[in-house]
């Protein structure tokens, strides 16, 4: 439970809504706090205590907020300002809140999903190497794949700086010789493509399309964000 002003309250719960709206919603008495009118934005609730409804509807309390971001290149995967501008950037004001951060960081250069959320506890959950969530990429190379990577992602390659990887898949994309899916359950620095150095090969198209069950959603355009339910995300680690 959490001590905050009604207009934060309503702006942070209601799609749409800003800071300026939920004011005017109060001024209009639209707002009610256990069944009483308030006027007074300033006005302090105990988030999930307090019952608040806004226009006769219900605004049930979500403490956290899980976001699907299609990520396009020249983004960072951080929340730090710094000469590229961060994911944060891409994130909606309706779907905006204090603290959410990117779970897992994809290279600037590489497209795809990416989980924003401020449940620090489930990000944590989904990136711990115990859960073994597998994540899975396109890649298109410079140079054909070949049928021997299978064999040697599955053995788990050295690359550069003397890392080994953990065994990963390889699957082939019927009719383009340059592409394949790669399948990871872990995340090291620039992994796929010091993999596919290692191999003497070179990554030119980097997209990451699934992290375990959840699919980057096919209709959302590069950009943009979708928010996803709790028991979606959460899906993440049971499976
Ligand atoms: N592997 C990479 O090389 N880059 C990414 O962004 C993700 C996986």
Known sequence: MEIMRIDKYISGQMNGISRKDAKTLCRKNEVLVNGSVVKNSNKKIIAGKDIVSVCGENVAYKKYIYIMLNKPKGFVCSTKDGKSPTVLKLVPPELYREGIFPAGRLDKDTEGLVLLTNDGELA?????PKYHV???????????????????FEKGLLIDGGDVCLPARIEFVPENQYACYVYLKEGMYHQIKRMF??????????????????????NLA????????????EKILSD
């Open 124 to 128: 944590h959950k989904m990136l711990s």
């Open 134 to 152: 597998e994540k899975k990429y396109y890649v298109e190379l410079k140079f054909p794949v070949q049928e021997y990577y299978v064999a040697k």
């Open 197 to 218: 150095n290692a191999l003497s090969n070179e990554v030119v198209f980097l997209k990451r399309i699934c992290i375990g069950s959840l699919a980057l959603d096919q």
């Open 222 to 233: 590069s950009g943009m964000c979708l928010e996803l339910l709790h028991k979606d995300v």
